[in-house]
């Protein structure tokens, strides 16, 4: 079996490694595990057919006449799954690959906890959050140092991850969201984020 990662919206090639040499030859492609097999696309030159067959492929699947092979563009997550290709040859060749579509990463956003806002508190509270994700890594990091990561797999849900600094901290922090092909990253601008709170009351004495 072959594993093949994909964002989604590109597009992916699976492979026949053949070329279609016999008029006899039949190629059928089919999706998901379920027992029996869905056909989504053939190739029957005996009969002359060169067609999708499944309609949530439909204008987004196309067959290559002297291979057999399947391209999918505007993949999608739902299109993640367990695909096989029979070739009906003598002998018969079969073939599976697992296609794993990974979503689209949201760029992080980073919020201050006005909660502990106080200008009596030497440190800067702050929060690096996304929403909706799954099978991603959530990460503080300090220049290239990693500080502290939260990850999730199977669900679809939202992450926080919290950082404290120094109000006058000179160190580059980022928070960075990634999956096995690609990533975001937010960067953190602390004189922005953690300058004093607003609306602190000064109060002033006057001695005469």
Excluded at 53 to 71: A, I, N, Y
Aim: net charge negative.
């Amino acid at each position: 079996m072959k594993s093949l990662s994909v964002m989604e919206g590109d597009s992916v090639t699976l492979h026949t490694d053949t070329n279609i040499k016999r008029n006899d030859t039949v190629i059928e492609w089919m999706f998901g595990a379920e027992t029996p097999d869905i056909l989504i696309a053939e190739i029957d030159r005996a009969a002359n057919i060169n067609d999708v067959t499944d309609e949530r492929f439909r204008d987004r699947v196309k067959l290559d006449s002297q291979t057999g092979s399947l391209t999918i563009t505007n993949i999608r997550t739902t299109d993640s799954g367990l695909y096989k290709v029979v070739t009906v040859t003598n002998p018969v060749v079969v073939k599976t690959f697992n296609v794993t579509v990974y979503a689209l990463l949201p760029v992080p956003v980073i919020i201050r906890n006005t909660s502990q806002c106080s200008s009596s508190v030497s440190k800067c509270s702050l929060l690096c959050s996304v929403l909706n994700v799954c099978h991603v890594t959530l990460s503080w990091y300090k220049g290239t140092s990693l500080i502290s990561s939260i990850s999730v797999f199977n669900l679809s849900i939202s992450l926080s991850l919290p950082l404290e600094v120094e109000h006058q901290d000179k160190n580059t922090y980022s928070c960075v969201l990634n999956n096995n092909i690609s990533n975001q990253t937010k960067h953190l601008d602390i004189s922005e984020l953690c300058q004093h709170c607003v609306g602190t009351s000064v109060i002033f004495v006057f001695i005469y």
